[in-house]
């Protein structure tokens, strides 16, 4: 009976992991484009973030995708984590990564500016 039950934990994961990968791929193909990157390195990206922000993996890759859809920053605490795994310059595309300043003086969001 333990078995039974511990099988049904196991497949109701799994199902959740098949519902939410679409968004964290998303999620992985909106870094590849704001941070020239190849797929891995977007993948570890967002786990860095995800583990650094105490937040789930599917939660960041909603926040990332809403306002990257919307044209909204990133929350500070995103943007920063994302900068802290991100190297310099990527995939030997000869492109920097974004640089991260706040929108005016008054407004304390990051932009993203390449």
Not at 42 to 56: D, G
Request: aromatic fraction near 0%; hydrophobic fraction near 45%; proline fraction near 7%.
């Amino acid at each position: 009976m333990d078995r039974i039950v511990a099988l049904e934990d196991h497949v109701a994961h799994l199902q959740l992991a098949l519902d939410n990968r679409p968004l964290i791929e998303h999620a992985v193909g909106m870094i590849m484009l704001l941070m020239p990157c190849t797929e891995d390195i977007a993948f570890a990206a967002l786990r860095h973030v995800s583990q650094n922000t105490n937040r789930k993996l599917r939660d960041v890759a909603a926040l990332i995708t809403e306002a990257a859809s919307a044209g909204r920053p990133l929350a500070a605490d995103l943007m920063a984590a994302l900068h802290e795994v991100m190297p310099p310059q990527v995939s030997g595309s000869g492109r920097r990564s974004p640089v991260v300043r706040p929108a005016s003086a008054s407004d304390t969001r990051p932009t993203v500016t390449s």
